[in-house]
């Protein structure tokens, strides 16, 4: 079973369908969700601190305290909503993708979001998806920045390999695949000689 879920929470429009994905999965298996509040660093430079007027530099930092609080409700109301009891929120200092790496790592299952090419943010969301994918060892659910999902792992393709990447994927998705109703496996075999048996 998944014991602990880590979601990405941003202030981007499809972070909702992530924290509705993570909130439903957690409830089911039922995982301890926590989200991470985690954005590309906006806070002022110290030697630009000095150059501005004291007035904005508080402006910016309030309207980013305002921002990260903005997040927390959203992830609260989500769980709240979802019947989720059992969460965790943080807002960490310093490197974001160093910190999605290390959230996701202590997980076991973290949900990001597919990057959409109209987000403001969508070199940071690319880099960040990439470092929890390639960089924690973990299961990852990706979840498209576009549609409606109204069931959550019901059908599931295996996209199979005869290597240690796809047996490592499939023991990391078997809490998913005891409980689909379908799951499909696809080979693609590069040889016309080769057989797959049912």
Same mark, same amino acid.
């Given at each position: 079973?998944?014991? $602990?879920?880590?979601?990405? #929470? &941003?202030d981007?429009? +499809?972070?909702?369908r992530?924290?509705?994905?993570a909130?439903?999965? *957690? !409830?089911?298996?039922?995982?301890?969700?926590?989200g991470?509040y985690l954005?590309?660093?906006?806070n002022?430079?110290?030697?630009?601190?000095?150059?501005l007027?004291?007035e904005?530099?508080?402006?910016r930092?309030?309207?980013?305290t305002d921002?990260?609080?903005?997040?927390?409700a959203r992830?609260?109301?989500?769980?709240?909503? $979802?019947?989720v009891?059992? #969460? &965790?929120?943080?807002a +960490?200092?310093?490197?974001p993708l160093?910190?999605?790496i290390?959230? *996701? !790592?202590?997980?076991?299952?973290?949900v990001?979001?597919?990057?959409?090419?109209?987000e403001?943010?969508?070199?940071?969301?690319?880099?960040?998806?990439?470092?929890?994918?390639m960089?924690?060892?973990?299961?990852?659910?990706?979840v498209?920045?576009?549609?409606?999902?109204k069931?959550?792992?019901e059908?599931?393709?295996?996209?199979?390999k005869?290597?240690?990447?796809?047996?490592?994927a499939?023991?990391?998705a078997?809490?998913?695949?005891?409980?689909?109703?379908?799951?499909?496996?696809?080979?693609?075999?590069?040889?016309?000689?080769?057989?797959?048996?049912?």
């Open positions: 079973t998944y014991r $602990a879920i880590f979601v990405h #929470v &941003d981007s429009e +499809p972070c909702a992530r924290l509705d994905v909130t439903r999965v *957690a !409830r089911a298996y039922p995982a301890r969700l926590l991470a954005m590309p660093s906006a002022v430079m110290p030697f630009a601190s000095v150059m007027p004291e904005v530099v508080q402006r930092l309030q309207e980013n921002l990260q609080h903005d997040a927390e992830f609260r109301a989500a769980a709240t909503q $979802a019947g009891t059992s #969460v &965790d929120w943080h +960490p200092a310093g490197n160093e910190a999605a290390l959230h *996701a !790592r202590y997980a076991d299952l973290a990001v979001g597919q990057p959409s090419r109209d403001p943010n969508v070199a940071f969301a690319t880099e960040l998806a990439n470092a929890v994918i960089g924690s060892g973990r299961p990852v659910l990706f498209p920045y576009t549609g409606q999902f069931t959550v792992g059908r599931i393709m295996i996209a199979w005869d290597s240690r990447e796809s047996a490592r499939v023991a990391d078997l809490p998913l695949l005891k409980d689909a109703k379908k799951v499909f496996a696809v080979a693609i075999t590069p040889d016309a000689e080769d057989s797959l048996q049912d």
